[in-house]
């Protein structure tokens, strides 16, 4: 499969993506089973869906991940991978089902490297994809490409869990056997202490220059709703719950 067969798959359709997040804990992921579907990174260990599952990632750290090398392979969904950072970490992969993509210029507040085209929107899949510190941003371009008319985020709260475990990802609710974890090369990793992929700050500031370059395609040639446990300044989509929008958009 090439990267070209999936532009405009997905003409005007509903497409879901979804992030690992604490709020997935609490979506029924089986209101998802018949649409096309884009996990982030650990976001997908919430999904049980065989069919127009796809896989992206930017991080070259999610190799170091059991989840990448031991359930990824047994999974029958499209890896989407940021070629510059994993094109070496595929050996575990089924590789009729790794496609490679490449960034335009990085968009990352708070540094001063922010060029605004790094985050247009551009309808060609096989030309760059918008270049961040988070996967999100990619997969959205990826689903604007496949001919998406409507995009759901799912999990990209961006902050930790508010029921006072203050846990970073859906997963740690989980019994510790079955959690994910590290695996390679010894590293620490602290799940209360760690940085966030952006502090909550930059996290708006990324998303409020995203809306503002994208402005005459959000709204107009596709639709993004937000679904995610968000702070409460991100107000740049409509908010609603995955059944509003089922009922509203979805088929």
Known sequence: ???????????????????????????????????????????????????????????????????????????????????????GHTKFLNKDKVIFYKHKSWFSPPSTYNLPEGLELTKDINKPIIGSRISFSSAIHLAYCMGAKTIVLLGNDNQLSQDGNSFRYFWQYWKKEKQPHRIGRAMKFNFLTQNLGFNSK?????????SEVNKEIIGKEIEIINCSDTPKEFNFFPKMKIEEVLKKYGE
């Open 1 to 87: 499969m090439e990267l070209s067969d999936l532009q405009d798959r997905y003409k005007n359709k509903l497409i879901f993506i979804i992030g690992a997040a604490p709020s997935v804990r609490n979506l029924d992921i089986n209101l998802l089973e018949k649409y096309p579907v884009i996990a982030v990174n650990s976001g997908i260990l919430a999904i049980k869906k065989k069919e127009d599952l796809y896989f992206v990632s930017d991080d070259e750290g999610v190799s170091q991940w059991s989840y990448y090398i031991r359930e990824l392979p047994d999974l029958d969904c499209v890896c989407l991978l940021y070629e510059n950072k994993l094109k």
């Open 202 to 210: 930059d996290f708006i500031e990324y998303w409020r220059h995203f």
